[in-house]
């Protein structure tokens, strides 16, 4: 083999490699994430949530609160603050929920009472069946 026709291959090699090195990465950024974890439900039983307590679980990755109060029953929230995203929690005795970070309130409709947070937190689907609550 000739020097030239080495160095071109070996050219060709490095070009195509580093072109790989660039593309994959973007590629990855740009493609859709795999549906096959995205819209998974998460079960509870009615008897870990007494009533006047609460549960946070992750659903899709998401901190997900869920409540059990005595008029409304079981309700679900998004458990992420709208304002910079600590996680808030039931407060049972004022039947609110509080942030810790800077003591934002919300009522259990997730509509903000006082403080900072801009939204109110989002409500997540959430339907009893039989003994199972089903989140999500
Ligand atoms: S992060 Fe919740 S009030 Fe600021």
């Known amino acids: ?5 080495f160095l071109q291959s070996l050219l060709a090699v490095f070009g195509t490699v580093s072109a790989a ?3 994959y990465p973007l590629l990855r950024f740009l493609a859709p994430p795999a549906d096959a974890d995205r819209d998974k439900k998460f079960t509870l039983a009615k008897k870990d949530i007494p009533i ?10 998401k901190p997900v609160i869920v409540i059990y109060e005595k008029g409304k029953g079981y309700i679900a929230l ?5 304002h910079l995203g600590c996680l808030v929690g039931y407060e049972a005795a004022k039947n609110i929920l509080v942030c810790p970070c800077h ?5 259990l409709e997730g509509n903000v009472l006082s403080g900072p947070p801009p939204r109110p937190l989002s409500k997540v689907p959430l339907k009893v069946e039989n003994e199972q609550l089903v989140i999500g």
Do not use: E, I, Q
Request: net charge positive; aromatic share 8%; hydrophobic share 30%.
């Open 1 to 5: 083999m000739r020097r030239r026709t």
């Open 103 to 107: 003591g934002g309130t919300y009522d």
């Open 52 to 61: 006047g307590t609460s549960r946070v679980v992750l659903v899709n990755d």
């Open 78 to 82: 998004s458990s992420v603050c709208t």
């Open 21 to 23: 090195s660039f593309a």
